[in-house]
């Protein structure tokens, strides 16, 4: 079987979300590298592949998908069985729901409190040559803080998210949670500190240190 391919740069988060989900269930995979720079994303190349002219893009024999949640899932569904990973949990109705939940509120409260920060602190003045606008900081943070009571009080219960078993909704807080760790505002996770260590857990996993070995703190 030839390996699934994964289109755009190793370091972006979205493709990171993929490559972590394939390190886990044991799938192979080659990365297309998509540089951005040159606008490779925009060329009707990669637009066959993502109408959006946005990465990533996926493409598994004559499967091509684009969005990363969702490709991560049909990576979940495709090899998790031959694995004997079950990060889906799509067998037990209730704990299938729960990791849909957790995946939600990652993708429109967690993730929206916290990739500003990444942007304003790493991403921006590194790429763009934009200095660091400290006021979306300090409200990003604040809406962080919020959101981080909520998970400290969900995971003061479970070892994590969705309940007492790693999920898909754990796993797609680590692309945009490495980069904030990078960031000067890395201690404020010193305050919860039942998020804290399920950050710890979900960083020491094979996968999550393979993957961001090449998502460099520093541009």
């Known amino acids: 079987m030839a390996p699934v391919k994964v289109f755009g740069p190793a370091m972006s988060t979205n493709v990171a979300r993929i490559l972590v989900c394939l390190e886990e269930v044991g799938a192979e995979y080659e990365v297309v590298n998509i540089d951005m720079q040159a606008k490779e994303h925009k060329s009707p190349e990669h637009l066959a592949r993502n109408p959006f002219g946005q990465i990533p893009a996926f493409q598994d024999g004559d499967i091509v998908l684009f969005e990363s949640r969702a490709i991560a899932k049909y990576v979940l569904r495709k090899f998790s069985k ?30 929206p409190a916290l990739s500003p920060v990444v942007y304003e602190c790493l991403i921006y003045p590194a790429m763009r040559g934009v200095p660091t606008n400290q006021k979306v900081v300090e409200e990003s943070l604040e809406k962080l803080k919020k959101v981080l009571d909520v998970y400290e009080a969900r995971l003061s219960k479970h070892d994590y998210l969705a309940g007492d078993f790693l999920s898909f909704a754990d796993l797609n807080h680590f692309p945009y949670t490495h980069y904030f760790m990078g960031t000067p505002h890395a201690s404020l996770f010193d305050a919860y500190p039942h998020v804290k260590a399920w950050w710890e857990r979900l960083a020491a996993r094979p996968s999550v240190k393979k993957i961001s070995a090449n998502m460099p703190l520093k541009f």
Not at 97 to 107: G, H, K
């Open 82 to 111: 031959s694995a004997g990973v079950d990060l889906l949990r799509e067998g037990d109705l209730k704990e299938a729901a729960m990791v849909d939940v957790w995946t939600e509120v990652e993708a429109h409260t967690y993730n």
